[in-house]
């Protein structure tokens, strides 16, 4: 019986055809160079070591008949290196015809996955032969079966269209000088039909067609590289060329540079897919790795994955490797528990780590989930104090998402003991530096007694990205800034008169469909000068992780595809720039970091993005996540107000209030409105007042409060919409805002209506 | 210092000073530069030299000088430097020259810290000093 294929990657044999073939050519060389100089120690170990790796990769894929074979060529051929036998032309055609043999097995195995029916008990008994010193006349040893090299008249004979006697007449009357081809002389002769020849003759040229290796080449990466770099300097000019080409006036250089443009965009992609590998590459040994820790702490894991065929490019894989291997360790490690705690626990005893690449909005996702015992934020708070990474009382303040979120600061381990596996302490600060270093972003979710999700985006590719092209500054002094387009949400032209940028407590904020986003004007940011209110300007609404946020800038350009170069290290100290690109007028352009820049202006600020983190692990009926304005109501009581009821915060001189009928009121956008204080202090101090600006069916009502501490985002379990709930470990007071307005609004509209 | 030796020179607001002729790629006419936010005050920005991403030095800047002119364009002087390329900005080129080491001295007591660790000493020439950069010194980009 011919052995299969047991259950071995495809690819796995894919590699060893090509290395194979590529040596067994090698070898074909070796030998006739050994023919000229038998005694050539170096040819003579080196083919040696061919027919050792060759035989030992078959023999670890299963292919017996092959391993057999090779195996008697290597006792052979150790015979000859160690000098017991010297190399004869018998000995050299035995060895030549088992490189065929084992081509053939080659070939066969590439096209049916078996080794092939081909008997060569013929050839292993020569070589054993001819390894213990015997000789005899070496003319059948060549007679091995080889699709490849069989003639016609074989063919023929093999398959019983003709009598071998036939074929050997008509051999003779060829030898003889006939100048006829061998099927010409069977027909004519009456031997067969010429249709059955034919048939023979594609049989023939079909075992002979293009193999693996006429398919596949082996590059040197650096030459991958190499073109890379060069594909984006090309890149780079023509967009150039595209530039000038408008201002040309010309359909010619026009028509030229529009085929350029295609043709570079095209040879842009396919260089970028020669760098590209299925991201099972690093996949497929973590089922080996998680075996084994499983065995060592007594645990059953089961791996599976889901689109193992997802292709990054070569440089990124390279980057996750380190960082995903750690964090299926930490699955196996410390989130699976052991068989017979899950017993307990009612859990299937064999845990499961499930790993999930897919292509999203021109990202990489991938997903390291386990069922285990998840991370308990009680034991992270504790252990980060323990650690004097925070203060017990900041470790108070955390939510438990915020708590899990301390695992990934430098130096946090939890793991009680360290194990040979993981919890020396480098971890997850390491694995997020990895993944955001080549632009990616990673999260963690867990449910203590549930499960642990990672989840990482990840970009295609570093080399060329597409990005959004902004300005900063007037025409003559404008400053241009590349955004990789990865991060961007949606665009916003903001001007004048529509609601504009709005302050809350000082930190802008624009209101976006309801919500409030976070603002960061990058004039400020980058100090360029201009920092007034401007007529027109255009927000960017940006991701990074969870977290969205809007950067103002005064125009935006185009989206160009752009080549992210280093600049020195030293002008990254601030973490806002990824590299430079060189725009289409050859100028540079800086490109943004986007966390980088979240974070320095704050609207990344930690604790902020963990509780957005947060959000989707969290179940949606019981609670509800509603982000609330909290204040301070004049008599030290914290109240709060969910955001989307507030219009407006408004800061008001006081010499703006006026009185009427008893009640304090402004002229507010040609509008009478009326200020309700929300205590008898409230708006007592000295200064502006703070007015919290509500709205109910177009009448507007300005609460009158201490002083605005913060927006949050928090969850709420409360069946009515208002009352005291806990917000930020305060007891805050969630103020039934519709029922104040209304109230206000109706005594307003009474007290308006009693004749003066 | 070695017997002879040629010197880049150029001149930067009052001063006179010269690199290692080897150290210097090449000298650019003013260039479009992009600045650098949040940099140190020393970065007047990039430049893009043939593709490649330059960081632009203000040496005026690097020397403790005031400000050039506005209107006044400085001129690119490419160093190499172990981590690659930078160039300095000064105000003019002047002439190669050629030294000896006898007219070498060491730069004077004097001479304020800032500048000491860039100027390695003073060549006497015949009609005026010339200051001897510290090619790696002067091209250090600071951070900000």
């Avoid at chain 2, 006419?29 to 007047?44: F, G, H, N």
């Amino acid at each position: 019986m011919p052995s299969e294929v047991p259950d071995i990657d495809i690819e796995v044999v894919q590699e060893f055809l090509v290395e194979s073939y590529e040596n067994l050519d090698r070898l074909d060389r070796e030998f006739l160079a050994l023919e000229e100089n038998p005694s050539d120690q170096a040819t003579l170990a080196g083919v040696f070591r061919t027919i050792h790796t060759i035989k030992g990769t078959c023999g670890f894929l299963g292919y017996n008949k092959l391993e057999s074979v090779t195996h008697v060529g290597e006792n052979l051929l150790s015979r000859l290196r160690d000098g017991h036998l010297k190399l004869t032309p018998e000995i050299t055609t035995a060895l030549l015809a088992m490189v065929d043999a084992v081509r053939d097995m080659l070939r066969s195995i590439e096209h049916t996955h078996r080794e092939g029916d081909g008997d060569y008990s013929g050839l292993v008994a020569r070589l054993t032969e001819l390894k213990d010193g015997v000789t005899r006349p070496s003319a059948d040893t060549a007679a091995s079966p080889d699709a490849t090299r069989k003639t016609l008249g074989e063919i023929l004979v093999e398959t019983g269209k003709i009598t071998p006697e036939a074929a050997q007449h008509a051999a003779r009357l060829q030898a003889e000088g006939d100048p006829r081809r061998l099927g010409e002389i069977l027909v004519e002769e009456g031997h067969i039909q010429p249709q059955e020849v034919l048939n023979a003759l594609n049989v023939q040229t079909e075992t002979r067609g293009a193999g693996v290796a006429d398919t596949t080449i082996r590059v040197d990466v650096a030459l991958l590289d190499k073109l890379v770099d060069l594909v984006g300097e090309l890149v780079l000019t023509r967009n150039r060329i595209l530039q000038f080409v408008p201002e040309q006036n010309d359909p010619a250089l026009e028509a030229a540079s529009q085929r350029l443009n295609a043709v570079t965009s095209e040879l842009q992609e396919g260089v970028m897919k020669t760098r590209m590998q299925p991201i099972g590459g690093i996949w497929s040994k973590f089922p080996r790795v998680v075996r084994d820790l499983s065995a060592a702490c007594g645990k059953q894991i089961r791996v599976e994955m889901e689109g193992e065929e997802t292709e990054l490019d070569k440089s990124i894989i390279e980057a996750i490797k380190d960082p995903l291997t750690h964090l299926v360790r930490n699955s196996a490690d410390h989130g699976i528990e052991s068989a017979e705690t899950r017993h307990r626990l009612g859990k299937s005893p064999e845990g499961r780590i499930l790993l999930r690449a897919y292509h999203e909005a021109g990202q990489v996702n991938i997903v390291i989930s386990d069922d285990g015992a998840g991370i308990d934020p009680v034991r992270i708070k504790n252990k980060a104090v323990e650690c004097q990474m925070v203060s017990a009382t900041q470790a108070a303040k955390l939510g438990d998402g915020e708590a899990l979120q301390l695992i990934f600061l430098p130096g946090f381990s939890t793991a009680e003991k360290v194990t040979n596996v993981s919890g020396r302490g480098v971890g997850m600060d390491v694995v997020r530096t990895n993944i955001e270093k080549i632009g990616g972003l990673i999260e963690l979710q867990s449910q203590l007694g549930i499960g642990t999700t990672v989840r990482m985006k990840i970009p295609l590719t570093l080399a060329i990205v597409p990005a959004l092209i902004v300005g900063l500054g007037s025409d003559e002094g404008e400053e241009r800034f590349a955004i990789p387009q990865v991060s961007l949400v949606e665009l916003v032209r903001i001007s004048d008169g529509v609601h504009g940028i709005e302050l809350v407590h000082g930190a802008p904020v624009f209101r976006l469909r309801g919500s409030l986003l976070p603002v960061v004007d990058l004039a400020v940011e980058f100090a360029s000068g201009e920092t007034q209110p401007r007529r027109n300007a255009c927000i960017i609404v940006l991701q990074s992780g969870d977290k969205q946020f809007g950067l103002l800038v005064d125009a935006i350009h185009d989206t160009e595809e752009i080549v992210v170069k280093p600049i020195d290290q030293p002008l990254k100290t601030a973490s806002v720039f990824a590299g430079a690109t060189i725009l289409g007028d050859g100028k540079v352009a800086l490109v943004l970091d986007i966390p980088g820049l979240g974070q320095r202006a704050s609207v990344l600020s930690e604790s902020r993005e963990r509780i957005r983190q947060e959000a989707p692990a969290v179940p949606a009926e019981v609670v509800a996540r509603q982000s609330m304005l909290v204040f301070e109501n004049g008599d030290s009581e914290r109240m709060a107000i969910p955001l989307a009821r507030v219009s407006r915060l408004e800061e008001i001189d006081r010499d703006r209030v006026e009185k009427c009928r008893g009640r304090q009121v402004i002229q507010y956008r040609g509008q009478i409105m009326p200020l309700f204080p929300l205590s008898s202090s409230a708006g007592a101090h000295r200064g502006p007042l703070n007015v919290i600006v509500c709205s109910r069916q177009g009448n507007e009502v300005g609460l009158v409060v201490e002083n605005i501490i913060d927006v949050v985002d928090e969850r709420i379990t409360l069946g009515h919409g208002h009352g005291p709930i806990v917000v930020r470990d305060r007891v805050t007071n969630l103020v039934d805002v519709d029922a104040i307005v209304d109230r206000v609004l109706a005594e307003f509209a009474a007290e308006q209506e009693v004749p003066a | 210092m070695k017997a002879s030796q040629q010197f880049c020179t150029f001149h930067v607001g009052p001063l006179f000073v010269g690199l290692e002729i080897e150290r210097v790629q090449e000298v650019l006419r003013p260039q479009p530069m992009t600045r650098v936010p949040l940099a140190a005050r020393e970065v007047s920005g990039l430049i893009n030299l043939r593709g490649r991403i330059v960081t632009a030095l203000d040496l005026r800047r690097r020397l403790d000088l005031p400000d050039r002119a506005r209107e006044s364009q400085p001129m690119n002087v490419v160093v190499r430097t172990s981590e690659g390329v930078v160039s300095l900005l000064v105000d003019s080129v002047g002439d190669v020259v050629n030294t000896t080491g006898e007219t070498f001295e060491r730069p004077p007591e004097t001479l304020a810290a800032s500048a000491r660790r860039l100027i390695r000493g003073v060549h006497k020439l015949p009609e005026r000093l010339l200051l001897v950069l510290d090619a790696d010194e002067a091209a250090e980009i600071p951070s900000a």
